[in-house]
């Protein structure tokens, strides 16, 4: 099995990290604002491959103010590939393909996948799981005035993006009927958003890959912080 975490933590001050755990330090925001998340898992039913080998599901965003900022739009997934064919990895964020060796818009991560959380491919080629967190804030479609000009906004929510006639988030990603590869568990999308009613707050990001051997192996993130609010999501 395999799993991995994003990690948002909110406080009034900074925290440490424990150097030892898996996850790295990633960026942050200070902002006086909050953040949503909208995410897919990807089925093999209700998310058929099309004919290039990708499937498409839905990120469904909703609680953002009408008239928040948008400071952040991150996609997080991971695949898995060949070994020696990575560029099986790929993905598309509302239909546009995404240029996964911009090492500015895209950070990623990659651990080759050994022993038992091997066996669930039985072609004996070796494989490896890649994760990646790509900026697609420009991706995001820009409110029109009045007078069908473009704003400084962008339009975020479900019910905005239907209000205006624009289709909703989509996420592209490649899969295989059963366990064949390249294979894609889901997607999250990450929102932070500047609201001056919201507190000031920090949000953290912490990246990489960590590999469940079992399911009994546990992952664990630890930070110091100076406040009672955290929150975690964890994709697996």
């Given at each position: 099995?395999?799993?991995?975490?994003?990690?948002?933590?909110?406080?009034?001050?900074?925290?440490?990290?424990?150097?030892?755990?898996?996850?790295?330090?990633?960026?942050?925001?200070?902002?006086?604002?909050?953040?949503?998340?909208?995410s897919?898992?990807?089925?093999d039913?209700?998310?058929?491959?099309?004919?290039s080998?990708?499937?498409?599901?839905?990120?469904?965003?909703?609680?953002?103010?009408?008239?928040?900022?948008?400071?952040?739009?991150?996609?997080?997934?991971?695949?898995?590939?060949?070994?020696?064919?990575?560029?099986?990895?790929?993905a598309k964020f509302?239909?546009?393909?995404?240029?996964?060796?911009?090492?500015?818009?895209?950070?990623?991560?990659h651990?080759?996948?050994?022993?038992?959380?091997?066996?669930?491919?039985?072609?004996?080629?070796?494989?490896?799981?890649?994760?990646?967190?790509?900026?697609?804030?420009?991706?995001?479609?820009?409110r029109?005035?009045?007078?069908?000009?473009?704003t400084?906004?962008?339009?975020?929510?479900?019910?905005?993006?239907?209000?205006?006639?624009?289709?909703?988030?989509?996420?592209?990603?490649?899969?295989r009927a059963?366990?064949?590869?390249?294979?894609?568990?889901?997607?999250?999308?990450?929102?932070?958003?500047?609201?001056?009613?919201?507190p000031?707050?920090?949000?953290?990001?912490?990246?990489?890959?960590?590999?469940?051997?079992s399911?009994?192996?546990?992952?664990?993130?630890?930070?110091?912080?100076?406040?009672?609010?955290?929150?975690?999501?964890?994709?697996?």
């Amino acid at each position: 099995m395999f799993a991995i975490a994003l990690v948002l933590l909110f406080s009034q001050m900074g925290g440490r990290a424990d150097t030892a755990d898996p996850l790295t330090y990633g960026g942050g925001f200070l902002v006086t604002g909050d953040y949503v998340v909208g995410s897919v898992d990807l089925d093999d039913n209700v998310n058929p491959p099309d004919a290039s080998g990708l499937a498409t599901g839905i990120l469904h965003i909703t609680g953002i103010p009408a008239d928040a900022d948008i400071v952040s739009a991150s996609l997080v997934w991971e695949s898995i590939t060949f070994t020696a064919d990575p560029s099986q990895a790929q993905a598309k964020f509302r239909g546009t393909t995404l240029d996964l060796s911009d090492g500015v818009a895209v950070k990623k991560f990659h651990e080759d996948l050994t022993a038992n959380v091997a066996t669930c491919w039985t072609s004996g080629q070796p494989v490896t799981m890649w994760r990646f967190r790509a900026d697609v804030l420009r991706l995001l479609p820009v409110r029109m005035d009045k007078d069908n000009r473009p704003t400084t906004k962008r339009v975020v929510n479900d019910d905005d993006l239907t209000a205006q006639g624009l289709p909703l988030h989509t996420v592209s990603l490649p899969t295989r009927a059963g366990n064949q590869l390249p294979e894609s568990a889901g997607a999250a999308l990450v929102i932070v958003y500047r609201d001056p009613t919201k507190p000031l707050r920090k949000i953290v990001y912490y990246d990489g890959i960590h590999i469940q051997d079992s399911l009994t192996d546990t992952m664990t993130r630890r930070c110091e912080v100076s406040t009672s609010r955290r929150r975690s999501n964890r994709l697996a």
